[in-house]
Nanobody, 123 residues
Framework: QVRLVESGGGSVQAGGSLRLSCVASSDTHRSCMGWFRQAPGKEHEWVASIFTIGGSTTYADSVKGRFTISQDTAKTAVYLQMNNLKPQDTAMYYC?????????????????RGQGTQVTVSS
C-alpha cells in the first residue's frame, strides 16, 4: 500500500507561482507518478506525468511551458512547479502513482491517489 500526501497549495494572483509536493509513504515500486486536477463540477484533468526510472516527463498542452514535474533523487517525492498561474488553473490538485506500465492521462488507471491540495488563482 502507498499513501500519497500532497502539500503546497494556496491562493495566488494571476502570474504567480506555487510548488506542490507529493510524498509517498512506502517503498513500493512506483513506475510512474502523475499530477491531476479537478475544478468544481468537472472531471479529473491530467496535468503531467514522470517515469520514476529515467525521469521522462509529459505534459498537458494547457500547462506546457508553465509547469514542471520533477522528483527527488530518492524517488520518494514528486513536485509540480507551477509558474505564470492563470485563473483557469484553479482546482484541487491530486498526486497519483502507478505501479505497472501505465503512465498516461487516465486518473482511474493509477493505483494510488492522494487527498489533494487546493490551488486558487485570482485575476
Amino acid at each position: 500500500q502507498v499513501r500519497l500526501v500532497e502539500s503546497g497549495g494556496g491562493s495566488v494572483q494571476a502570474g504567480g507561482s506555487l510548488r506542490l509536493s507529493c510524498v509517498a509513504s512506502s517503498d513500493t515500486h512506483r513506475s510512474c507518478m502523475g499530477w491531476f486536477r479537478q475544478a468544481p463540477g468537472k472531471e479529473h484533468e491530467w496535468v503531467a506525468s514522470i517515469f520514476t526510472i529515467g525521469g521522462s516527463t509529459t505534459y498537458a498542452d494547457s500547462v506546457k511551458g508553465r509547469f514542471t514535474i520533477s522528483q527527488d533523487t530518492a524517488k520518494t517525492a514528486v513536485y509540480l512547479q507551477m509558474n505564470n498561474l492563470k485563473p483557469q488553473d484553479t482546482a484541487m490538485y491530486y498526486c497519483a502513482a502507478a505501479t505497472g506500465l501505465y503512465c498516461g492521462a487516465t486518473y482511474s488507471a493509477y493505483n494510488y491517489r492522494g487527498q489533494g491540495t487546493q490551488v486558487t488563482v485570482s485575476s
